[in-house]
C-alpha cells in the first residue's frame, strides 16, 4: 500500500529541470508532497486532492491523475537548496489509510 | 510563532527501559501523528489521534504507547517490547485529515 516513487535518486546540476513520480495501487483521494532535508524533518510542499489538478509555486510544482493513481512533482531550474529527500504521501480514497511513498533523493551540484 | 516541539533531541537508552518522548504543538491541531525513520528509509506511522482521549494504530504499533489528554500533547513511549527502538521518530499534526502535516524537529533515539 505504501506509494512507489522513482527514480530513487538522481543528480542534478544547477539549473537543470528533475521530475519525480509517485504511483499508487489504490484509489487515491489526496497527495502530499514533502522536501527533508538531512537530519531535519520534513516540510510540507503541496496537497493534490482528487479532481487532477495542477499545483505550484515559483518553480515547484505538481500534477495528480486521479485516473492513473500518480502524482508527479515538477522542479524547474533546479537551486542548491533543491537538494534533499521527495516524499509523496497518499491518502486513499475509501478510509482514512494515508502512506508515505519510498523517497527520492535528489542532489544539486553546482 | 505556532509550532510542534518535540524533547527531547537525542535519547539515549538502555536496553529494558522504558522511555518517553514529549510531543507539544500549539496550533490549535486536532490531529496528531508519530512515525519512525530508519537510516536511508521513509516514515511508518506508529500511531495516531483525530481527537482527545482517542487514538488509533498504525502499521508499527507493536512496542509502542501513546495518551492524548490534551489537544495539544502526545506523548509516545517506547516500551522494553520494542525490540528495534534506534530510530529517528517524529511527530506531526495536521488541521485534520487531508490537511498538509508539520512536523517537529524529531528525536533521535540511540540504545545502549
Known amino acids: 500500500q505504501q506509494p512507489v516513487q522513482s527514480p530513487q535518486a538522481v543528480i542534478l546540476r544547477e539549473g537543470e529541470d528533475a521530475v519525480i513520480n509517485c504511483s499508487s495501487s489504490k484509489a487515491l483521494y489526496s497527495v502530499h508532497w514533502y522536501r527533508q532535508k538531512h537530519g531535519e524533518a520534513p516540510v510540507f510542499l503541496m496537497i493534490?486532492?482528487?479532481?487532477?489538478e495542477q499545483k505550484g509555486h515559483e518553480k515547484i510544482s505538481a500534477s495528480f491523475n486521479e485516473k492513473k493513481q500518480q502524482s508527479s512533482l515538477y522542479l524547474t531550474a533546479s537551486q542548491l537548496s533543491y537538494s534533499g529527500t521527495y516524499f509523496c504521501g497518499t491518502e486513499g480514497d475509501t478510509g482514512n489509510q494515508f502512506y508515505f511513498g519510498t523517497g527520492t533523493s535528489l542532489t544539486v551540484i553546482p | 510563532d505556532g509550532g510542534i516541539t518535540q524533547s527531547p533531541k537525542y535519547l539515549f537508552r538502555k536496553e529494558g527501559q522504558n522511555v518517553t518522548l514529549s510531543c507539544e504543538q500549539n496550533l490549535n491541531h486536532d490531529a496528531m501523528y508519530w512515525y519512525r525513520q530508519d537510516p536511508g528509509q521513509g516514515l511508518r506511522l506508529i500511531y495516531y489521534s483525530q481527537i482527545v482521549n482517542d487514538f488509533q494504530k498504525g502499521d508499527i504499533a507493536e512496542g509502542y504507547s501513546v495518551s492524548r489528554e490534551k489537544k495539544e500533547s502526545f506523548p509516545l513511549t517506547v516500551t522494553s517490547a520494542q525490540k528495534n527502538p534506534t530510530a529517528f521518530y517524529l511527530c506531526?499534526?495536521?488541521?485534520?485529515?487531508?490537511?498538509?502535516?508539520?512536523f517537529g524537529s524529531g528525536t533521535r533515539l540511540t540504545v545502549v
Open positions: 493534490l486532492l482528487k479532481g487532477g
Open positions: 506531526a499534526s495536521s488541521i485534520k485529515r487531508s490537511y498538509g502535516y508539520t
